[in-house]
């Protein structure tokens, strides 16, 4: 049988999207329309958690949010006035059952659900350690490492327990968590993946993005500080910075992709940044042209940026089929060589004899760039020039975002005039660091006291990577048969 195949493995991907809802009595259905709008972060699988007073309930599963949590069948079954859930795009772990999240744990103070974003860098350490003390682990996601810390903790609350077991951990993650009383939200102490703080009436809610706070109609009340602990049980909301103060590193990729458009990250509509951003590279590296055409979706608010800012017209260039799905199974190698179209196609009426500005968010590995130029060039363009509304990729993501190893990564290889060669634009350039943080309206980044992470473009990571240090990583799977 023919394995299906992730169609777009050409892109950075977000892991995941948590969403979280305390005190409105149907907590599921408005956790499943939370998770709806967060699909675009992870859509291998998806989970909720309810708890009604008296049980907690669980529904996962793997596929959409709408695949599984559309029947009001399953929604019934889902009863209470607190749930967290979670959508996955699995970065560790494998595409199982067994991994999709939340995760729960029965302990003695009672039951315990998970729902984590991110990736913790010395996970592989600490389930070592875990197995050798007796932990048998029952996933092979990092996330249930946080849950057999806080089973061996010696604190008597469950936060304190959370706290004692997020102390031993490092990484990046935002996450979620449901007890009894309480529903809990985490972000890391620099604040590298997202978390927003919403109001729905008497109800709170903790999600990824906004957008999943405007489905349901929600307040944006502010974003969880970096290092941040939000408990909110009947008497209200507290907040616990117990980790030390650090520099805030927010993953700055949340611009340039994994958002939504109309999310609001730290304060700025994304949509806008975009815009910015196209702005910048049409300052930075115009070139005389006749059309600037997006690759859709991604590149279409930068796109627009640039359009306005050197006055090219803007075309919708190539038309993108919204109906293929997230994996498609290419049964014939004659069929997997059609490739992109599944995806794309140029729409020629507008290409021909045209001097094409092609603007989309990032190279990854560069297998999808050369298809959409070949497709352009096919369809009658006579110069393309490729504008990347980013920096050069030159390193993977150890902190939640599914990317390749270093060495398939294409500004890992090869120099700018390299690639443009490689993908057979006429010309490509990248947005550069200054143009970058000028866009997301930092102060510019110094190379001491960069405020996001950048460490996909410039390899500074700003938290440790001790897992790695310590050499090759084993299939985790196989710690199960570690000797102690
Ligand atoms: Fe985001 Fe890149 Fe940092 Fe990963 S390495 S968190 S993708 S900026």
Redo the contacts with the bound molecule.
Sequence with gaps: MTKPRRHDNDR?HDECGIFGIFGHPEASAHAALGLHALQHRGQEAAGIVAYNGEHFRSHRALGLVGDNFSSEEVIRRLPGAMAIGHVRYSTTGETVLRNVQPLFADYEFGGLAIAHNGNLTNAYAARKSLVRRGCIFQSTSDTETIIHLIAISHYSTVVDRMIDALRQLEG?YSLVALTRENLIGVRDSLG?RPLVLGRFGEAYILASETCALDIIGAEFVRDVEPGEIIVIDDKGLRSIKPFAKARSRF???EYIYFARPDSVVLGKNVYEVRKRIGAELARESHVDADLVVPVPDSGVPAAIGYAEQSGVPFEIGIIRNHYVGRTFIEPTDRIRHLGVRLKHNANAAYLRDKRVILIDDSIVRGTTSVKIVEMVRRAGAREIHMRISSPPIRES?F?G?DTPDREKLLAARYDVEAMAGHIGADTLAFLSFDGLYRAVGGAGRDGENPQY????FSGDYPIKLSDREEGPIPHQLSLLAEPG
Excluded: K, L, P, Q
């Design positions: 950075f990046a590298i993953c700055i990729f993501c902190y975002i992470c950048d460490a996909c």
